[in-house]
């Protein structure tokens, strides 16, 4: 199976930075599509992003032009450069990988919280 691990995750002031790391299984990196999710207080767990295999990324509407997914195949390491933060980027902050329909895994998830 698929082991992931975040870090990253802390306090910033509204309009900071953070970044996220999760490291994944290095037999399996490479074959799964990638994610971070989150989910606040009361809330649905969200898709944030993801990042195929072959580098293509998708972002949800509320993240566009403030995150940005990225990994090193090398390190067995997906990345979420998180600009301008706001408010409401409060919540837990999840890695996934999926494989089709069958294989899905989660990380144990990293605090990011988002308050002057």
């Known amino acids: 199976q698929v082991q992931l691990v975040e870090s990253g995750g802390g306090l910033v002031q509204p309009g900071g930075s953070l970044a996220l790391s999760c490291v994944a299984s290095?037999?399996?990196?490479?074959?799964?599509?990638l994610g971070w999710y989150r989910q606040g207080p009361g809330k649905q767990r969200e898709l944030v992003a993801a990042?195929?295999?072959?580098?293509?990324?998708n972002y949800a509407d509320f993240v566009k032009g403030r995150f940005t997914i990225s990994k090193d195949n090398a390190k067995a390491t997906v990345y979420l450069q998180m600009n301008s933060l706001k408010f409401e980027d409060t919540a837990v902050y999840y890695c996934?990988?999926?494989?089709?329909?069958?294989?899905?895994?989660w990380g144990q998830g990293t605090q990011v919280t988002v308050s002057s």
């Open positions: 990042i195929t295999p072959g580098g293509r990324t």
């Open positions: 996934n990988a999926r494989l089709g329909e069958r294989y899905e895994f």
């Open positions: 290095e037999s399996v990196f490479s074959r799964y599509d």
